[in-house]
C-alpha cells in the first residue's frame, strides 16, 4: 500500500534553514506528483507546491516562492522540502501528499517545525 | 488567490443529515474536493472532483455542485464523523483550501 514516511520534528533558531523529508513506497514514485503543505495548528491549509519526480520540475503558490524549494531522491523514492530563513511565521506542521496534479489521496503524517531562539 | 468560504461550525445529532457548503469567490468549474480531518492527524481524501466518491470512503459521504457553490453531505452521520472538513479547489492558481467546517456530533 501507498506509504509517505516524514522525518520528525524539528525546533530551529530564526534566521536558520531546515529540510523535510518525505519517504515514499508502495507506488512508482519516479512518475509522481509531489505536493507540499502547511497548516497551523487550529487553522486551515496552505498549498506551498508540487514536484514532478520524473525531472525534478516544480511549481510553486507565488507565497512560498524563496521561502521553500522543492527536490526529489528517486534513489531512495524521497522528497525533500528545503526551508529558509526561517521565522516565528513558518512554525507550522508541514505535510507531503500525493496523489494527481489537482487532489491527493495519500498523506504523510506530518512534521511539526518550531522555530523559536 | 481564490477565497473559498466555509461555515465554522455545526452540530447534529447521530442518524441526521447534514450539509457542509463551500463557496468560491470565483468560478472553479468541477475542480472541488473534499477532506476530513481528525485532531493530529494529516487530512484524508472524501471527494474529488465535486461529486466523486474517493476510494474506500463509506457512501454516506456525497458532494454536489459546479461553478461557485458546493455542499458536502453525510447522511447519516455518525459519532465517528466528528472532524474538521476542508474543501480544497485546484481549477485556479494556487490551489486553495476553505478555513474548514468543525463538525461536532451532538
Known amino acids: 500500500q501507498v506509504k509517505l514516511q516524514q522525518s520528525g520534528a524539528e525546533l530551529v533558531k530564526p534566521g536558520a534553514s531546515v529540510k523535510l523529508s518525505c519517504k515514499t513506497s508502495?507506488?512508482?514514485?519516479?512518475?509522481?506528483?509531489m505536493s507540499w503543505f502547511k497548516q497551523i495548528p487550529g487553522q486551515s491549509i496552505e498549498w506551498i507546491g508540487m514536484?514532478?519526480?520524473?525531472?525534478?520540475?516544480?511549481g510553486y503558490n507565488q507565497k512560498f516562492k524563496g521561502k521553500a524549494t522543492l527536490t526529489v531522491d528517486t534513489s531512495s523514492s524521497t522528497a525533500y522540502m528545503d526551508l529558509s530563513s526561517l521565522t516565528t511565521e513558518d512554525s507550522a506542521v508541514y505535510f507531503c501528499?500525493?496523489?494527481?496534479?489537482?487532489?491527493?489521496?495519500?498523506w504523510g503524517q506530518g512534521t511539526l517545525v518550531t522555530v523559536s531562539s | 488567490d481564490t477565497v473559498l468560504t466555509q461555515s465554522p461550525a455545526l452540530a447534529v445529532s447521530p442518524g441526521e443529515r447534514v450539509s457542509i457548503s463551500c463557496r468560491a469567490s470565483?468560478?472553479?468549474?468541477?475542480?472541488m474536493h473534499w477532506y476530513q480531518q481528525k485532531p493530529g492527524q494529516q487530512p484524508k481524501l472524501l471527494i474529488y472532483?465535486?461529486?466523486n466518491l474517493a476510494s474506500g470512503v463509506p457512501a454516506r459521504f456525497s458532494g454536489s455542485g459546479s461553478g461557485t457553490d458546493f455542499t458536502l453531505t453525510i447522511d447519516p452521520v455518525e459519532a465517528d464523523d466528528t472532524a474538521t472538513y476542508f474543501c480544497?479547489?485546484?481549477?485556479?492558481?494556487?490551489?486553495?483550501f476553505g478555513s474548514g467546517t468543525k463538525l461536532e456530533i451532538k
Open positions: 480544497q479547489q485546484s481549477w485556479n492558481d494556487p490551489f486553495t
Open positions: 470565483e468560478g472553479v468549474n468541477s475542480y
Open positions: 514536484i514532478y519526480a520524473g525531472d525534478g520540475g516544480t
Open positions: 472532483k465535486a461529486s
Open positions: 508502495g507506488y512508482t514514485f519516479s512518475t509522481s506528483y
Open positions: 501528499a500525493t496523489g494527481t496534479t489537482n487532489f491527493f489521496a495519500y
